[in-house]
Antibody, heavy 121, light 108 residues
Framework: EVQLLESGGNLVQPGGSLRLSCAAS????????LTWVRQTPGKGLECVAG????????YYGDSVKGRFTISRDNSKNTLYLQMNSLRAGDTALYYC??????????????WGQGTLVTVSS | EIVLTQSPDTLSLSPGEGATLSCRAS???????VAWYQQRPGQPPKLLIY???SRATGIPDRFSGSGSGTDFTLTINRLEPEDFAVYYC?????????FGQGTRLDIK
């Protein structure tokens, strides 16, 4: 059974940094791309970043380019999202998700339960 | 950016009825790059349909997808109580990847 367990969400001040982690299990992690998707009541769903199975290719949403960095450690079955220069608009529930394919962007067929990031002073 | 507009915003139907949900794109999309998700309260989204019309693993055949160009449709036959949820379309053919705003399917 695919399991994705996010951690690292917290309350952080504007301009601050945070690193999210996602522990993956139940599948051969290196065979699949992974994605961070965030959700807010106001802006709905947004694909924040994606990474290919080998980490060689990445995707970033326009709103986070230059501020967020996605990475993965296949030896630890773990996905990361380094978030810098955080803004109030980054406040959201962040989901870790498994891509249907090896690529950095494709439909996502499994999701974690999410970790909450709140950016506020 | 490709904007996906879903209609209606809310659809109120009774169990056993059929539902038709629409997703209109601001630019033409390749069929391979359109997906649909279901989200129940308190749960993450769940992949229903990919490549416009292919059902994801474990999805019953009451769910079907169709469309081309700028107009895509999710059809649900014989609504079951667990089908009342929010449905999102997604395109990943052009960056940035975008989702529709969602259609809420309510019990009438």
């Amino acid at each position: 059974e695919v399991q994705l367990l996010e951690s690292g969400g917290n309350l952080v001040q504007p301009g601050g940094s945070l690193r999210l982690s996602c522990a993956a299990s139940g599948f051969r992690v290196s065979d699949y791309g992974l994605t961070w998707v965030r959700q807010t009541p106001g802006k709905g769903l947004e694909c924040v970043a994606g990474i290919s199975g080998d980490g060689g290719n990445t995707y970033y949403g326009d709103s986070v380019k230059g501020r967020f960095t996605i990475s993965r450690d296949n030896s630890k079955n773990t996905l990361y999202l380094q978030m810098n220069s955080l803004r109030a608009g980054d406040t959201a529930l962040y989901y870790c998700a498994k891509n249907q394919r090896f690529l950095e962007w494709s439909p996502v067929d499994s999701w974690g339960q999410g970790t909450l990031v709140t950016v506020s002073s | 950016e490709i904007v996906l507009t879903q209609s209606p915003d809310t659809l109120s139907l009774s169990p056993g009825e059929g539902a038709t949900l629409s997703c209109r794109a601001s630019q033409s999309l390749t069929r391979s790059y359109v997906a649909w998700y279901q989200q129940r309260p308190g749960q993450p989204p769940k992949l229903l349909i990919y490549s416009t019309s292919s059902r994801a693993t474990g999805i019953p055949d009451r769910f079907s997808g169709s469309g081309s160009g700028t107009d895509f449709t999710l059809t649900i036959n014989r609504l079951e109580p667990e089908d009342f949820a929010v449905y999102y379309c997604q395109q990943f053919g052009r960056s940035p990847i975008t989702f529709g705003q969602g259609t809420r399917l309510d019990i009438k």
